[in-house]
């Protein structure tokens, strides 16, 4: 990629690289390594995007606009060039620009790193939502915490996860901008003190300096540029210790808390709390210093703190940001001096809460103790928010006191705890969800109190995707034939796929519609076959189940189902059994042990599936190694059929069910989260539904659901369920899975067993459905046609009239 070729051929933007490479890299053409070029072209790039940038935070100060706030612990972006030229319709240009300097442009794409700050599905919702602000040309920040080493790297050795540190900050990163004069303290510990003034000051013990670091963020075409602020920590050098100790603040610090380490590492959990001391240092640490800029950003450009609400709408996220209900109040009351009902009226009015989890482990609160050493004037600020809430509970009707516990921000069962989700529910005047469904469990069972309260206070915000990401840039090949069948008008607005119904009665349509899938599977098949030696028929029907490995998500009822498939094409070779290739990917946080188990379980599997010439390549496992957006969005285009199995109930939206769908994959799922969404819009001939329904699930957990009777009542689960156990794919150490599958006799709390038959009876209805292939490709291109309300343009077009008053 690195030939030289002759200066005539070049144009503008080939010089302009070149410019950047020596001026700002340093190095010359002949030198320069792979990520020199890379980052010449970012820096060449970003120079318009900066202009753009400035034009678009000066309209919006200008017009006095209010500003959205968008706080989340984590942003999922993964990597921004492509994203970034296809945005500004600049893609053609630079890839031309660079070919004339002998620089492909997608190798450079290929090389950049995922920016990794986030675990799954929250984080990535996150960076979907930023780009969906700036396309909407909403004045919006998003605020995170630039992580150091951000999601681990999966390895997969001999079948077991390992996992490596992520340096994705290795070569440096270009599309960022640090604002050291953007920096705040935020202060941890010490105590509270009552000055001659009568006035409360916190005096902290430890303190750090938080400082900005900007990454812009391109809206389709270019309209808007908006800010993704993450903040980095620097220890307190001693000239501003001194400014710290004499200003804000008396009393003197002690050890400085070392900052490097707030920063240093995202926890590898999502669906279970991470409760650890550095994980709520963190949650104060971004929200503390997010805080302090809206703040001070209004007051530079409004004067008045009283119009905050007007000015600033504040999301959070889950509750990683909760504790900034209380930091609102703080700097409301001890430096902007208003009484604790003006600053709690203020508060409220900006806040909203968007719930993502319902999950009783995932559910945070902190060990009150804990809360108290580190953040002494939060804690009072929390019992004073408290105490108004149960007062306010307490004069209305029929609020018992097992009501008045369950409201409580404070949790008084066993060790006291304070419960974060209370505090944000509190603290907002929206509480959303973020599929019908969940919406609605919040009302009936973990708000179920706070709902009776304030009844108006839970809405529904079903999630999206940016189709820009997940569909014109991922598939290529399908968005041109898109266009070409109904025009432009989807890629403004996604609703106008639905001008492809027509086309789905089209043969010729149905056609070089399946070819383009082909096409997105042979590429798939080429990278496996380069990144992990695998020989896969792309004829086959690509089955794929790409998402976090938890046991509520079911990757384990799927191998179950595969290891029974097996089986029965063993024992029916006469059979006509459609081929078919099994795709897993996806990382377990590195303490969740059946997680774990489950990756080796499916990697197990696969090399005795596909190390059988008996079944004659009529089914391959395989299990993709590290799981990523950029894996994602290679494997996403390639499918034929999406898995979205989970526990009716316990997944809040997903959001990958509606990538696949989107790219005209079919849905093979439960009655859950947004798949009830995706079965309204793509119509029940057109997608899979199998399993018990969330009230089914919680009326057999009631009943005293006995698993061990439905598997012994299963001549197919059962072998496969014995084979498991008995060691049949575990040979070198047969007892590895016994206690995983004793789990499913005894308790199976995620009611694999219970769907089994349903599963299966599904897969074999998918397997008909398949052999049909005109109605499978007229499903398929359906699927696509009716996706486009799943856009994250939409979802954030409701957030901002319902909840944030912007539009
Ligand atoms: C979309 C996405 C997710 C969320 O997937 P679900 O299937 O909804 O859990 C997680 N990780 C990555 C990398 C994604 O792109």
Redesign the pocket.
């Known amino acids: 990629m690195l030939t030289v070729t002759n200066d005539t051929a070049r144009g503008p933007l080939a010089h302009a690289i070149v410019d950047t490479l020596v001026h700002r890299i340093g190095k010359d053409e002949h030198a320069a390594l792979p990520h020199d070029w890379l980052a010449a072209t970012i820096l060449t790039v970003r120079n318009e995007i900066v202009e753009r940038w400035m034009d678009s935070t000066r309209a919006a100060h200008a017009a006095g606009a209010k500003r959205v706030y968008y706080l989340s612990l984590e942003f999922?972006i993964?990597r921004l060039l492509r994203d970034a030229l296809a945005n500004l319709a600049r893609r053609d240009e630079v890839a031309e620009a660079l070919a004339q300097l002998g620089v492909a442009l997608p190798e450079l794409e290929e090389i950049e790193s995922d920016a990794a700050l986030g675990?799954?599905?929250l984080?990535?919702l996150a960076a979907c939502f930023m780009e969906s602000l700036a396309t909407l040309d909403l004045p919006a920040y998003g605020y995170g915490i630039r992580y150091v080493n951000g999601m681990f790297r999966q390895r997969i050795d001999d079948g077991w996860q390992t996992e490596l540190p992520e340096t994705w900050l290795a070569h440096g990163n270009p599309w960022e901008f640090e604002r050291r004069e953007s920096a705040y303290f935020v202060g941890f510990g010490g105590e509270v003190i009552g000055t001659e003034q009568g006035v409360v000051q916190w005096v902290p013990a430890e303190a750090v300096e938080a400082v900005a670091v900007d990454t812009p963020v391109v809206g389709w075409r270019a309209r808007r540029v908006n800010t993704l602020r993450l903040w980095t920590a620097i220890s307190l050098d001693p000239f501003k210790l001194d400014a710290f100790n004499r200003g804000d603040f008396q009393g003197a610090l002690a050890d400085q808390l070392r900052a490097e380490t707030l920063v240093r590492v995202l926890y590898p959990n999502d669906s279970t709390a991470a409760g650890q001391e550095l994980r709520l240092r963190q949650e104060y640490f971004f929200s503390s210093a997010s805080i302090q800029d809206i703040v001070r950003r209004h007051v530079q450009y409004f004067g008045d703190i009283r119009t905050l609400p007007d000015k600033a709408a504040i999301q959070l996220n889950d509750t990683h940001p909760a504790v900034s209900v209380a930091e609102l109040m703080r700097l409301l009351i001890d430096h902007h001096d208003l009484s604790f009902d003006e600053a709690w009226g203020i508060t409220q009015k900006t806040f909203g809460y968007t719930n993502h989890t319902l999950l009783p482990e995932a559910l945070e609160s902190w060990p009150l103790p804990l809360f108290e050493r580190l953040l002494p004037r939060h804690m009072q600020l929390v019992y004073a928010i408290n105490a108004r809430l149960l007062r306010e509970a307490r004069k209305a009707d029929g609020v018992d006191e097992r009501a008045i516990a369950a409201i409580s921000l404070i949790d008084e069962g066993g060790e006291r705890r304070v419960r974060m989700a209370n505090l944000a529910f509190a603290g907002a005047h929206s509480v959303n969800g973020v599929a019908a469904l969940h919406t609605q469990l919040m009302k009936s069972t973990v708000f179920a109190d706070l709902h009776r309260l304030y009844p108006d206070r839970i809405n529904n915000k079903t999630n999206g995707?940016t189709p820009r990401r997940w569909l014109q840039e991922c598939n290529p090949g399908l968005t041109a034939l898109v266009r070409e069948a109904i025009g432009d008008g989807f890629s403004d607005d996604a609703l106008k796929l639905t001008a492809l119904v027509p086309m789905a009665d089209d043969a010729s349509f149905r056609e070089r519609f399946a070819a383009i899938k082909r096409a997105n599977k042979v590429a798939l098949v080429h990278h496996l076959r380069d990144a992990m030696g695998l020989r896969l028929d792309p004829d086959a029907l690509f089955d794929v189940q790409?998402?976090?490995i938890h046991e509520y998500?079911r990757q384990l009822l799927n191998i179950i189902e595969t290891v029974a498939l097996y089986d029965q094409i063993r024992s029916h070779p006469e059979r006509d059994w459609v081929p078919r290739v099994k795709l897993f990917a996806g990382k377990a946080a590195s303490s969740y042990h059946n997680a774990k188990l489950i990756i080796k379980l499916a990697n197990d599997v696969a090399r005795r599936v596909n190390s059988d010439p008996s079944i004659d390549g009529l089914l391959k496992v395989a299990f993709v190694p590290n799981?990523?957006?950029s894996?994602?969005?290679r494997m996403v285009p390639a499918a034929d059929l999406s898995e979205?199995i989970s526990t009716a109930g316990m997944?809040a939206?997903?959001?990958?069910?509606m990538?696949f769908a989107l790219n005209g994959a079919l849905t093979i799922g439960t009655l859950d989260g947004a798949n009830i969404e995706i079965k309204d819009h793509v119509g029940d001939d057109h997608i899979v539904i199998f399993g018990l329904t969330a009230d089914e699930v919680a009326a057999k957990r009631a009943d005293g659901y006995r698993p061990r009777e439905v598997i012994e009542g299963s001549k197919e689960l059962s072998q496969a369920v014995n084979a498991i156990a008995s060691g049949v794919f575990s040979p070198d150490d047969p007892n590895r899975y016994r206690d995983l599958m004793n789990g499913l006799y005894d308790s199976d709390w995620f009611m694999v067993v219970a769907d089994f038959d349903s599963y299966t009876a599904a897969q074999r209805q998918v397997d008909a459905r398949w052999a049909d292939r005109d109605r499978w490709r007229r499903s398929t291109i359906l699927n696509v046609a009716n996706m486009g309300w799943f856009s994250s343009d939409r979802t954030i077009a409701e957030y901002a009239r319902e909840i944030w008053g912007v539009m």
């Not at 939206?653 to 069910?657: A, F, L, V």
């Open positions: 999922l993964g675990n799954g599905g984080g990535r995707i790409i998402k976090r998500k799981y990523n957006v894996l994602a969005e979205q997944e939206s997903g959001t990958g069910n990538k």
